[in-house]
């Protein structure tokens, strides 16, 4: 029988090398076996099993490439990428379009020979961060984020205000539907009083409502308005590099935390300022787990006595139907002032219309678009020469009544022709007494079956009698009241009386 003839196995060089380690240190083969084995040279597997680790020895080449096809067009390579650095970011020379460039000028080489040269020539070192350290007050930044919520059981976005203390750590927000101006300087003068202080500096990304232009290094032309305001509350103001997040990253992580904390779950509110309000709560929960918040607190610059103004302004004119546009919505005023120019005072929540000095109209501020704002009590005296139109206005929303009004309404211009005007006469009551008295009223009418102005009135008179409430008069009413000068009487002729001189004085 033909003894069969062992062949030994060879190991690829590509195979894990680890077999190596493995054939030498348990199961005992030399070095000289290993080679035999595997065909690896002896002194690659003698520099393997000496090292600590079990990775490969790596192999790199002594002898760097000397890119003879491209040498000639290194100049002109070195030229381009000098340009690019006055130019911006978006519009720097790509690997392929240098490559098209070189093409031109009569390069034969390849991509990979020009993006070899360039990796190793110019090769970008990243940056290096350095940990920082903050004393107490002397430092904080602002910048805005992102959240979703329930608004009325709609997924609504808000823009949130953030201001962070870099020295404790502490943070404050707020929720605005935007990030114009006047929640810009909300958000500082809400945070401002709600630290009870106004820190020493404050950091800034390059936005639009601070920031005019941005000039050379850090320097920057400000907004005029955003000068007042730090001019106001005595702080200076300093902003990051283009690009740069990094220079305000404790209120970005801040951001951050806020929406990971607050936002999560969705809360789900009827209004802004509910949302706000359930912020505010929160913020002082985490606040109250801060030892350094309260120390900084106390440190703080004063607020100054008197608020800062952080409205907008924008002149206006009073349309026929007595609205005033403002951005896209319309808000009603009283309709004695048609035509009039008026001045449109416009804060993060408020609208006020005011002409000259004076406001006359006040509107919480909508935040929706192409919308019409309308105070019912502002048409009143035209309603009254043209009540017939009252059915048929949308001045007159009887969904915003509560349903006693309409109900009234309905059967007193079923039973009096000029009922629109009685009623119209009913509704003016509200300037001088409580809404909730004139409801009264009328369902007591409607209980005795009386419908008309002079029915209600009297009704009122008793309820208030009833209820031992005092209504005052308002300054116009007390205008048409004429003064009556009286002349004391001159008790100098009744002294006689008391003297015994009664005879004399008769």
Not at 15 to 37: Q, T
Not at 276 to 299: I, Q, R
Not at 464 to 472: A, D, T
Request: net charge positive; charged share 30%; hydrophobic share 30%.
């Amino acid at each position: 029988m033909q003894q069969e003839r062992t062949v030994p196995c060879r190991i690829r060089e590509n195979r894990p090398l680890s077999h190596i380690r493995k054939m030498y240190f348990m199961e005992g083969l030399s070095v000289r076996e290993i080679h035999r084995r595997t065909g690896i040279h002896r002194d690659t597997i003698s520099k393997y099993l000496s090292l600590d680790e079990p990775q490969p020895p790596k192999y790199q080449s002594s002898k760097e490439r000397n890119h003879p096809v491209l040498r000639p067009y290194i100049p002109l390579i070195k030229q381009i990428l000098e340009e690019d650095k006055t130019r911006h970011r978006k519009q720097q020379h790509t690997g392929t379009k240098i490559l098209e460039r070189l093409k031109e000028e009569g390069y034969s080489g390849g991509y990979s020979t020009l993006t070899d040269y360039l990796r190793k020539e110019y090769k970008k070192q990243r940056e290096a961060f350095l940990p920082l350290e903050f004393e107490l007050v002397t430092y904080a930044e602002v910048d805005w984020t992102d959240a979703y919520f329930y608004l009325k059981g709609k997924e609504t976005k808000a823009h949130i205000f953030v201001i962070k203390l870099r020295g404790s750590g502490g943070f404050y927000v707020r929720a605005y539907p935007f990030e114009k101006q006047e929640a810009f300087f909300d958000g500082h003068i809400k945070c401002f009083e709600f630290m009870n202080g106004v820190p020493y500096r404050i950091t800034y990304d390059n936005l639009k409502t601070a920031v005019k232009k941005v000039l050379q290094g850090s320097n920057r032309e400000e907004q005029e308005q955003f000068i007042s305001l730090r001019t106001h509350y005595l702080y200076e103001s300093s902003f990051c590099r283009p690009a740069r997040s990094n220079e305000k990253g404790g209120v970005e992580s801040a951001g951050k935390e806020a929406v990971r904390k607050f936002f999560v779950p969705y809360p789900d509110v009827e209004s802004f300022d509910e949302l706000n309000e359930y912020l505010h709560a929160e913020c002082l929960k985490l606040l109250s787990k801060n030892s350094k918040w309260e120390a900084e607190k106390s440190a703080l610059r004063p607020l100054p006595k008197v608020r800062f103004n952080g409205a907008r302004y924008k002149e206006a004119k009073v349309n026929r139907y007595s609205m005033v546009q403002f951005e896209t919505n319309r808000y009603s005023v009283p309709t004695a002032y048609v035509d009039e120019q008026v001045t449109v005072r416009a804060t993060a929540d408020q609208i006020d219309i005011m002409l000259k000095d004076s406001v006359i109209a006040h509107h919480p501020r909508n935040y929706g678009r192409n919308q019409d704002n309308i105070i019912l009590d502002h048409y009143l005296e035209l309603l009254l020469q043209k009540s017939r139109a009252l059915g048929n206005t949308k001045v007159y929303n009887p969904q915003s009544l509560p349903q006693v009004y309409e109900q009234y309404r309905r059967i007193l211009v079923s039973r009096n022709s000029k009922g629109n005007r009685e009623f119209v006469r009913i509704l003016m009551l509200h300037r001088d007494y409580p809404s909730t008295y004139v409801a009264e009223a009328l369902e007591m009418a409607m209980l005795y079956n009386i419908y008309g102005y002079d029915g209600v009135l009297n009704i009122l008179g008793q309820l208030l009698v009833k209820s031992h409430k005092v209504i005052h008069l308002n300054k116009e009413k007390l205008q048409g009241i004429p003064d009556v000068q009286i002349t004391p009487p001159d008790l100098d002729k009744y002294k006689a009386l008391m003297s015994g001189g009664a005879t004399e004085c008769l």
